[in-house]
T-cell receptor, first 113, second 111 residues
Framework: NAGVTQTPKFQVLKTGQSMTLQCAQD?????MSWYRQDPGMGLRLIHY???????DQGEVPNGYNVSRSTTEDFPLRLLSAAPSQTSVYFC????????????FGPGTRLLVL | EDKVVQSPLSLVVHEGDTVTLNCSYE??????LLWYKQEKKAPTFLFML????IEKKSGRLSSILDKKELFSILNITATQTGDSAIYLC???????????FGTGTRLTVIP
């Protein structure tokens, strides 16, 4: 199993550009999430999904869109990048239910100029 | 409002020292508390705690949960430079779909 994979590893954008951060998992996990990590802020939830076709907003959803057309994939879209979106983005997945830990991808470092 | 607070925010120790990291929480429908270690990339799982007073142990790392006082501690004995990382505490809540993370403690172990 590859686990949770993310691409790209690093990206530089100009303000106003759009891009999609890719996330895939091969563990057949129903739950998938996107977090951003900023210095001193811990991990903050952007969007999450509890299954194909179902998504919902987390703590900091503004400026981001998601979709979940398959169990495996959960892309995160930035429609018009802003410098405030400079961060490290982590995708995660888990099975539902108690006792299930969360598995993280390696992260995407995004710099918006 | 739910919150998970970790202390200290950062810590610098010498190799061989013992450290204690703290995590306190105020959340609804608490189910379990998890500790993660984050080095350069993704967080990696350390422990999951669901019951008070039962110590989880892995090598030089151990952790315990107090559900009455709403906190957990992570102990690392005989620290090594490889223990340098951010340690994240997260709470799992019944009925929630995601973990709720604290801000983390950055541990630096110097030779």
């Amino acid at each position: 199993n590859a686990g949770v994979t993310q691409t790209p590893k690093f990206q530089v954008l100009k303000t106003g550009q759009s891009m999609t951060l890719q996330c895939a998992q091969d563990m057949n996990h129903e739950y998938m999430s996107w977090y951003r990590q900023d210095p001193g802020m811990g991990l903050r939830l952007i969007h999450y999904s509890v299954g194909a076709g179902i998504t919902d907003q987390g703590e900091v959803p503004n400026g981001y869109n998601v979709s979940r057309s398959t169990t495996e994939d959960f892309p995160l879209r930035l429609l018009s990048a802003a410098p405030s979106q400079t961060s490290v983005y982590f995708c995660a997945s888990r099975r539902p239910g108690p006792g299930e830990t969360q598995y993280f991808g390696p992260g995407t470092r995004l710099l918006v100029l | 409002e739910d919150k998970v607070v970790q202390s200290p925010l950062s810590l610098v120790v010498h190799e061989g020292d013992t450290v204690t990291l703290n995590c306190s929480y105020e959340v609804t429908n608490f189910r379990s508390l998890l500790w993660y270690k984050q080095e350069k990339k993704a967080p990696t799982f350390l422990f999951m705690l669901t019951s008070s007073g039962i110590e989880k142990k892995s090598g030089r790392l151990s952790s315990i949960l107090d559900k009455k006082e709403l906190f957990s501690i992570l102990n690392i004995t005989a620290t090594q430079t490889g223990d340098s990382a951010i340690y994240l505490c997260a709470v799992d809540q019944t009925g929630a779909n995601n973990l709720f993370f604290g801000t983390g403690t950055r541990l630096t172990v110097i030779p």
